[in-house]
Structures are given as structure tokens and as C-alpha cells.
């Protein structure tokens, strides 16, 4: 790969100028989250770019000389949708980071790919303003990674996942065409739904360099509640009682008892071993916050073996960034995991958090799942060695019978984390074949020679 690595760079560096490219390529560019599960890839360059014209020339140059393009954010994905596979150049938006504009009186922001999901909260908040989406890892993730992934996180129960929020996008198309869709304007039924088409695409269909944000008065309060069941079932009772009482939560999560034993370390109250775990939070105006955290308790505490609603906002954050931790937690039980984010239909949920259990026994790993319960999304995870070639092969079964069970229930291979290379090839259980060539079709439409994100995101095995 040598010879042909400097020849792309010195080529690159002809048509771009030194500054984007890097002289070698750093280790951390050729992996994602998914490095907890083996993963690595290899690339011919790593490319910087500054600007958006700058990213455009290096596009251009790419499409123009059959080299693959893999764009990548902040590397936080579980998909290894950002993971080059045999070469290509890695296209990094951290340099893109410029917020072109920000109107906090009329909620909205155009900002570059490259800024973080915490940034672009932080900005907002300070204006007294919320950009919901909320997936955790959002110190490291980009907003282009977000919406290139269509990310959601705890709080797309009540506010949708990213793409809900994106009125406009700056995006580089092949064979190197900078173009605008959407914008500032809050509607927009002209055209075909392009942005909705490049949300989600996982780098497949060109690259994100800016974007059009809504954003939404941040509510006044916010009030969570936590419950604790003996049982998976009383515990998804509860989660649908909360819908059932129509009340109107923001957050609804859910541990299943492995989980709280293996993250109960960090949490601030007490909870009862072998138990299962109800995450549910209110918000809105302070007076809202008062009796719909009332309600929520009312709901919550039917057969619950205790409830933990902090009320400070110190306790809060804490409980969050608790939550924002589980992953980590359970990932250095053994130093890896598999970790896939089926969702089913919610009044499934019981059963899918069962047959994750069940799925490990057959394949000898330990197996515990948390997540999004009101958006019967599961984060199934299978503890691995990531050194054990056994482990890893057993996982990669596991996680094929959990996809199985998914579309089994009603659901999808993918909530969230989207397909990227893991999942490669999932989509054909979920989906009719003319379906599945109607996607192929999308992508020949967007990217006729397949030098975006080569290898990703693919409808058949
Ligand atoms: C601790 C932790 C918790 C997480 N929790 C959640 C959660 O609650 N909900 C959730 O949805 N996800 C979650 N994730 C997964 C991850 O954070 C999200 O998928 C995130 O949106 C990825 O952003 P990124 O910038 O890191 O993208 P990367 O990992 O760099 O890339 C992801 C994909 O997007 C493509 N891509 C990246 N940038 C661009 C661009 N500018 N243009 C085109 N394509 C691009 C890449 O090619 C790749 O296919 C979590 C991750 C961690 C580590």
C-alpha cells in the first residue's frame, strides 16, 4: 500500500495545497467504537480540510482518480461506518468548525460539520435555547456525525432524533459539486426530500459540511424519576403505563437488571440488587414540572421496590452523566462488547430484552441490554475479550440471531447506531426485494462509481 499511499498524497497535495493532508496516517483515524470489537481498517491518506472548498477540491480530486472517500466526524460511531476498508481517503470534518450564523431570536444556527453535540448545546443553552438531540458520547461525536447518522439519545422520546432539527444542509455530492438544500426557512415542500434522503446515510452519498439547525426555547425545568422492578416484565408494565396515563415524558429509559449490577457503582442512591431500572424525566415550565412529576410517580410507583426523583439540578446532571457512562461500564467488564441497537415495536420491548439474554446463553457470553424504552430501542450487548478470536466469532453469531429476533418482533436491525459495516447486509431480512433494489438505486443515483463510503451501509449480504 506504501508507494501507492504517497502517490495519493503527493497528488492530493498538488491539487489541494499541504495544509489538509497529513504526512502519515495516525492509527486513530482507521477505527471507531467499534475498535471494542477488533475492528481497524486502512487508508491511503487522512485529509484535514478547513474549509468547505477545500473539502470540494479534495472530493473532486478523489472522484476524479477512482479513490474512495470515507468521511468521518468525531469516531464514536458502534457501526465502524467511519472504519476505511481497504484504502481510500480518510476525510475528516474536526477542521470544519466555523458557526456561520446564529440568531438566537428566531432559534436557529448554521453551523460547520466539524463543531461537537456538546458545543452546539452549549451555544444554545447559553442563549437560553435546546438543540434536543442528546446522544451520549456528544463531547467527541460532530454534529455532521449526528445527522450522517441520524443520532438520537435519551431524549428523542419526546423531541425526534437529529434529522428533526435540520432545516438545511450544505453537503458536497459527487463528482465534487458543492450544493445547498434547504436553509434557514423552517418549510419547505418544493422539491423532493433530499435533506431527509442524506440524514442517515452514513457517509454513503456525499459528504456534510454545514448545517441549518432549529432550535427551541430550552424548557424551564426538568424533573426525573427513577423506579426499580423485580422483574423485566413489571418493570415494562410501567414503562407502558407511563404512555398509557398519556403522560407527556421526555426521556424514558430503561436498565435490565445485569446492567444496573454491573453500573450500580456510580449511582447516587441505592439500588436493590437483581433489579431492573425505569429512567423517565418530565419537563416544561416550573409549574408543569411540579404535577407531571407527580403523575409520573403515580405511574411509576405501582409495584415498584423503590423510587429516586432528585430534585437538585447538581443530582440531575449527575444521574445523566451516570446514564452517559453505562456504556463504558459495561464495556470494561471484559475490555469489549458487542453492542447492537435493535428497536421493536414498545409493547415487544419485554420480549426483546428476554431473547437478549437467551441469545448470550446459547452463545456462552454474558449478555445484559439498556436504553431507550419508549422507543423500544435496545442497546443488546454481548461482553466480549476482544483478544479472543472465539469470543469475537461467537458475538458476531449472537449478534446475528439478535437481528433475527428484531425483525421477528416487528422491528429493525438499526434504532440508531445505523448499519454501517457491522450490519452490513442486515437490511435484506427487513426489507422486500424491490425495496432493497429501490435503495441501490438511490445510491447508483448519488454516487455512480461507489467511492463514497465504499463497503458501508449495504442492503444485501
Ligand atoms: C458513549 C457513547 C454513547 C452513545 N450514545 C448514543 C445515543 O444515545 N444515540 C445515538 O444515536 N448514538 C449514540 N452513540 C453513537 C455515536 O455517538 C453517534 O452515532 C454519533 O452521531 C456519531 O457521530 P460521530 O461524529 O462520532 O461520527 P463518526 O463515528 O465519525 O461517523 C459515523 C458515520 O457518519 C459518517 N459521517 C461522519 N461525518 C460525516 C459527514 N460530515 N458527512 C457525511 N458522513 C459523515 C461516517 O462516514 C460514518 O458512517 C454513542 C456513542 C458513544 C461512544
Not at 439547525?213 to 424519576?225: I, N
Not at 469470543?391 to 425483525?407: C, G, H, P, S
Amino acid at each position: 500500500l506504501s508507494r501507492i499511499d504517497e502517490a495519493i498524497r503527493r497528488e492530493l497535495r498538488m491539487a489541494v495545497g499541504d495544509a489538509p493532508i497529513l504526512d502519515r496516517v495516525p492509527s486513530h483515524y482507521l477505527r471507531d467504537e467499534t475498535e471494542a470489537r477488533g475492528l481497524n481498517g486502512e487508508a491511503d491518506a487522512v485529509a484535514l480540510p478547513a474549509t468547505a472548498e477545500e473539502a470540494q477540491t479534495i472530493v473532486a480530486w478523489c472522484y476524479g482518480h477512482d479513490v474512495p472517500i470515507i468521511p468521518r466526524g468525531g469516531g464514536t460511531g458502534f457501526s465502524g461506518g467511519a472504519v476505511p476498508i481497504g484504502g481510500g481517503v480518510v476525510l475528516s470534518t474536526e477542521r470544519l468548525r466555523a458557526v456561520r450564523s446564529f440568531d438566537p431570536l428566531l432559534w436557529r444556527m448554521n453551523v460547520e460539520a466539524g463543531r461537537t453535540t456538546a458545543e452546539v448545546r452549549q451555544l444554545a443553552r447559553e442563549s437560553g435555547l435546546l438543540f434536543p438531540p442528546d446522544p451520549g458520547g456528544g463531547e467527541q461525536s460532530q454534529i455532521g456525525g449526528n445527522i450522517a447518522t441520524n443520532a438520537g439519545g435519551p431524549h428523542a422520546f419526546k423531541y425526534g432524533v437529529t434529522g428533526h432539527w435540520i432545516t438545511g444542509l450544505e453537503v458536497i455530492v459527487a463528482p465534487g459539486e458543492l450544493i445547498s438544500l434547504g436553509g434557514a426557512q423552517r418549510k419547505d415542500v418544493a422539491g423532493y426530500d433530499l435533506i431527509s434522503l442524506l440524514v442517515g446515510s452514513e457517509g454513503t452519498l456525499g459528504l456534510i459540511t454545514a448545517a441549518w439547525l432549529r432550535l427551541m426555547p430550552a424548557p424551564a425545568s426538568s424533573a426525573p424519576v427513577v423506579a426499580f422492578y423485580t422483574e423485566i416484565d413489571s418493570g415494562c408494565e410501567a414503562i407502558e403505563r407511563v404512555l398509557g396515563y398519556g403522560i407527556p415524558v421526555a426521556a424514558l429509559e430503561y436498565l435490565d437488571p445485569t446492567t444496573v449490577e454491573l453500573a450500580t457503582a456510580g449511582f447516587r442512591a441505592d439500588a436493590p440488587p437483581g433489579s431492573f431500572m425505569v429512567i423517565a424525566e418530565v419537563d416544561g415550565s416550573a409549574e408543569e414540572v411540579v404535577y407531571r412529576r407527580e403523575e409520573l410517580i403515580g405511574a411509576l410507583q405501582e409495584d415498584a421496590l423503590s423510587i429516586y426523583a432528585p430534585l437538585e439540578g447538581a443530582e440531575i446532571a449527575a444521574l445523566w452523566q451516570w446514564r452517559e457512562g453505562v456504556s463504558l461500564v459495561v464495556q470494561a467488564v471484559r475490555g469489549g462488547k458487542v453492542s447492537e441497537d435493535i428497536a421493536v415495536p414498545v409493547d415487544r420491548l419485554g420480549q426483546a430484552i428476554k431473547r437478549t439474554l437467551e441469545i448470550g446463553q446459547i452463545f456462552g457470553l454474558r449478555a445484559c441490554s439498556w436504553g431507550h424504552a419508549g422507543d423500544g430501542n435496545l442497546h443488546s450487548t454481548f461482553m466480549i475479550d476482544p483478544a479472543s478470536s472465539e469470543d469475537v466469532q461467537a458475538a458476531t453469531e449472537a449478534a446475528r440471531a439478535l437481528f433475527a429476533v428484531a425483525i421477528d418482533l416487528g422491528g429493525t436491525v438499526s434504532g440508531e447506531h445505523g448499519v454501517g459495516l457491522v450490519k452490513g447486509g442486515q437490511l435484506a431480512r427487513q426489507w422486500q426485494p424491490a425495496g432493497l433494489r429501490l435503495h441501490e438505486r438511490v445510491k447508483h443515483a448519488l454516487d455512480p462509481k461507489g467511492l463514497f463510503n465504499p463497503g458501508k451501509k449495504l442492503a444485501r449480504p
